[in-house]
């Protein structure tokens, strides 16, 4: 550092003193030629005063006469001095100093005796007389040089002097310019003070500078670096100890975060070891695929992209929507340096996208790409809203909305489909071996589609939602069309198990196709297709430190350390300071809060839930003033009928019930209808002590394991459709009919009721499954089943040839 502070001021003073020599070198020029100028301009003026009289002195011819008249003319010592030259240029008269006069450059008289006109020139003489050897200015303002060791500036004007239009001779006027060198001698002087006083002051400033603004921030930022290196330090303190280096700050807290997380999944790893358990995550996850891809490549494709530029007033933000799918996908898609493919919905998508429309994500650390698909409005309304959410979404939810399917929707959805292929395929062309995880109804045809211009690609699709009965599916006309479809994948996933009986079920009566039960696949036309459940879950925070709930686990957290043991208090009283702003902040301080987490959907059972709460005042009215309810509903496909109504219906019984309870100062249902952000869901996660999800149908149901894995606090109640793909693992949960009113509402009591032993021990029950079965396993099991169905579709062909 020492070495680095001389350098800095070496450099500081050598630019200070070149650019400082510069700006003098340039002054003194100024200043010269502005000097140099004036001195022209009088000498000029005085010249136009004294030619006539000198030549009409000249006219009277009397050469004797010119000596006295010169002397009359020059009256002050310091004026100019004089001289007359005839056209031979031989010196007729002077006055003033000789010395000058007789020292004329050879060719200063030619222009005014020759050509007529004024010439002049800057000389320098030297003092001591000595012969002149010629050299001297050209006639055009040039210096002449002139020997001896104290030269000195002469201005020299020479005019021509006339008589009628012949021209006579010349006038010859010689002023001292000697003051003009000194005055830039004096100002080199001065600036030569300047620079050094200046060189003096920037050393200073710039050692204290060093000092103050470079060495203490990266002897702190050091000091972090080495605490956090010993595990002594959180991330989040590097950026204030670096002081204004942010830049730097970000980097190396970056590397920070990286270099931590990969610590924390290595000891998480090491304790999954000695613990003989099995938890994924995201870490464990890229490394688990990368060895099972190989030299293969990874391309996800679904309707919802990962990343979406939207403009947000004047500026445009890259928005992250919320999906478990981002969380579980991308750890792959960066371990390959894969491509996810989705339609660029967003109104500022086409903005950022290459030739190829394509990006590089994540913005803030790309890995992998994106590939966008533009849709135009006739595509996105009858391939999107109409028949993959006005057809699909009710055909395979039981929540006895009627689906509709026009053959307008299905042109739509085949070309949409076709669309998608053709980018994929695209996008495959120069990688062997290719992978595709396709998700959801959206793209139903698309694994037949990438198959037949593919063989050798391996495809998964997971379908998202339930899959209905064979009579239930019936109801779709295109229904052999679908399967068709679907059975180009050589995986097909679904939630649970009765979804993947009933799609044997719908092939089998649909289809000529060969239905295998015992190893759960389909062979048509020569292909297998495997049918698998794959339970879909959440992420789990690797880092978080659940809360102690015995006094073994209370002594065991003793043996943690330091960092370990701080963080958990700090996660305790994050939750309890959330749980008392959030109470604050709605006015319900003092009361119950209960929350529920849904789009605006009709098979979500908000209208059911809003009807159980309302029970439970009337049956119960001591919990009245005690008890608030908070629904987040997310506005969701507001452009199909069927929604629109939904959200008057949610709204109206919403109004009711407050208008029949509501009370100064509390008000029994907060509807809130927006997108939230994953932190402000949180938020009602941790502060809400009963979640409820009474889904009249769903696949799994998120919400539920959101939940449970936002209460790090190991307390809460969780209410639970036994309509939801959820509530086969989560048994712990009160599973409810949501259409049975009283029993919900009988649920709701008994969740606000319960003692906290029994909360504590059914919901640690259950975040130990969510925690085991997180959204990186899911992943893992798809994935891994996918890359190994080759092995598979062989075993199974040789064993239906033998």
């Given at each position: ?263 924390a999944a290595a000891a998480t790893e090491a304790q999954l070891r000695d613990a003989a358990e099995h938890v994924w995550t995201a870490h464990r996850l890229a490394v688990h695929i990368r060895e099972r891809l190989g030299s293969g490549k990874l391309f996800a494709v679904s309707n919802r992209e990962p990343y979406i530029h939207v403009r947000q007033g004047s500026g445009v933000e890259c928005v992250v929507p919320p999906s478990g799918l981002v969380t579980a996908l991308e750890p792959v898609l960066q371990a ?58 009710p055909l395979c939810h039981i929540a006895h909305t009627r689906p509709i399917f026009r053959p307008n929707d299905w042109d739509c959805y085949q070309r949409v489909n076709a669309k998608f292929a053709e980018v994929l395929i695209e996008e495959m062309r120069d990688t062997e071996h290719p992978v595709v995880f396709i998700q959801d109804y959206h793209f139903a045809l698309l694994p037949k589609m990438v198959k037949m211009a593919r063989p050798d690609a391996r495809v998964a699709i997971f379908w998202h939602i ?140 908000i209208v059911e839930r809003l009807l159980a709460f309302e029970h439970l005042l009337e049956e119960h009215p001591w919990y009245l003033e005690k008890v608030v309810f908070a629904q987040i509903a997310a506005p969701s496909r507001t452009r199909i009928p069927s929604y629109a109504a939904l959200r008057v219906q949610v709204q109206e019984t919403a109004e009711r019930i407050n208008r029949r309870f509501e009370k100064s100062g509390w008000k029994p249902v907060i509807l809130i209808e927006r997108q939230c952000s ?125």
């Amino acid at each position: 550092m020492h070495f680095f502070r001389i350098r800095l001021v070496a450099a500081l003073l050598v630019g200070i003193t070149l650019i400082s020599v510069g700006s003098t070198y340039f002054d003194v020029l100024a200043h010269k030629h502005t000097m140099r100028s004036d001195l022209a301009r009088r000498m000029q003026w005085l010249g136009a005063g004294l030619q006539p009289q000198v030549e009409q002195q000249m006219a009277l011819n009397r050469p004797e006469e010119l000596p006295q008249f010169l002397a009359r003319l020059r009256q002050y010592p310091d004026q100019p001095g004089l001289a007359v030259y005839d056209t031979d240029g031989k010196m007729l008269a002077e006055t003033g100093n000789a010395l000058p006069l007789r020292s004329l450059p050879a060719n200063l008289l030619k222009r005014p005796i020759i050509d007529g006109k004024e010439a002049t020139a800057f000389v320098k003489v030297a003092d001591i007389q000595s012969q002149v050897n010629g050299n001297g200015a050209d006639g055009n303002g040039g210096v002449l040089a002139q020997p001896g060791a104290n030269a000195r500036l002469w201005y020299e004007d020479a005019i021509p002097l006339h008589n009628g239009q012949r021209t006579v001779g010349a006038m010859v006027m010689v002023a001292d310019a000697e003051y003009i060198r000194k005055e830039g001698a004096d100002i080199w002087r001065r600036s030569f003070l300047n620079i050094a006083a200046l060189v003096i002051l920037v050393a200073v400033v710039t050692l204290l500078m060093v000092r103050w603004f470079l060495l203490q921030p990266v002897t702190r930022a050091t000091d972090w670096l080495r605490r956090l290196r010993q595990g002594k330090a959180e991330v989040g303190e590097g950026a204030k100890e670096f002081g204004y280096l942010m830049p730097l700050a970000n980097e190396v807290t970056s590397l920070a975060e990286h270099l931590t997380r990969a610590r924390a999944a290595a000891a998480t790893e090491a304790q999954l070891r000695d613990a003989a358990e099995h938890v994924w995550t995201a870490h464990r996850l890229a490394v688990h695929i990368r060895e099972r891809l190989g030299s293969g490549k990874l391309f996800a494709v679904s309707n919802r992209e990962p990343y979406i530029h939207v403009r947000q007033g004047s500026g445009v933000e890259c928005v992250v929507p919320p999906s478990g799918l981002v969380t579980a996908l991308e750890p792959v898609l960066q371990a390959c340096d894969g491509t996810w493919i989705a339609h660029g919905s967003g109104n500022e998508d086409a903005a950022f996208v290459d030739s190829d429309d394509r990006l590089r994500v994540p913005p803030d650390d790309p890995r992998y790409t994106l590939r966008r698909v533009w849709l135009s409005p006739e595509e996105e309304s009858g391939y999107y809203e109409g028949f993959s959410n006005e057809g699909l979404w009710p055909l395979c939810h039981i929540a006895h909305t009627r689906p509709i399917f026009r053959p307008n929707d299905w042109d739509c959805y085949q070309r949409v489909n076709a669309k998608f292929a053709e980018v994929l395929i695209e996008e495959m062309r120069d990688t062997e071996h290719p992978v595709v995880f396709i998700q959801d109804y959206h793209f139903a045809l698309l694994p037949k589609m990438v198959k037949m211009a593919r063989p050798d690609a391996r495809v998964a699709i997971f379908w998202h939602i339930p899959w209905p009965n064979a009579e239930a599916f019936g109801i779709c006309p295109w229904q052999a069309e679908l399967l068709d479809g679907l059975l180009g994948a050589d995986v097909i996933g679904f939630h649970i198990q009765s979804h993947c009986n009933n799609f044997l079920e719908t092939v089998d009566r649909v289809l000529e196709a060969r239905t295998d039960r015992e190893h759960f696949s389909i062979r048509r036309n020569g292909h297998v297709s495997l049918v698998r459940p794959f339970p879909i879950s959440v992420a789990w925070d690797e880092h978080a430190i659940d809360i102690p709930n015995t006094a073994e686990e209370r002594f065991d957290t003793r043996l943690r350390p330091p960092l370990e043991r701080e963080r958990g208090r700090e996660q305790s009283e994050d939750i309890e300071s959330t749980h008392s702003e959030l109470h604050k902040e709605l006015g319900i301080e003092g009361q119950h809060l209960i929350v529920g987490v849904d789009r605006m959907d009709y098979t979500k059972g908000i209208v059911e839930r809003l009807l159980a709460f309302e029970h439970l005042l009337e049956e119960h009215p001591w919990y009245l003033e005690k008890v608030v309810f908070a629904q987040i509903a997310a506005p969701s496909r507001t452009r199909i009928p069927s929604y629109a109504a939904l959200r008057v219906q949610v709204q109206e019984t919403a109004e009711r019930i407050n208008r029949r309870f509501e009370k100064s100062g509390w008000k029994p249902v907060i509807l809130i209808e927006r997108q939230c952000s994953h932190e402000e869901v949180a938020r009602y996660y941790r502060a809400a002590g009963i979640c409820l999800v009474t889904s009249l149908h769903d696949g799994m149901n998120l919400v539920a394991k959101e939940y449970l894995a936002a209460r790090k606090d190991g307390d809460g109640v969780l209410i639970l459709s036994r309509f939801t793909g959820a509530a086969q693992e989560l048994r712990d949960a009160l599973l409810v009919n949501p259409y049975d009113i009283q029993q919900v509402a009988e649920a709701i009591r008994t969740g606000l009721e319960m003692s906290p032993g029994e909360r504590r021990l059914r919901i640690e029950r259950m975040r130990l499954q969510v925690k085991e079965h997180n959204v990186y396993r899911w992943a893992s099991n798809v994935l891994t089943d996918l890359c190994a169905v080759r092995i598979e579709n062989e075993v199974l062909a040789h064993g239906s040839r033998t």
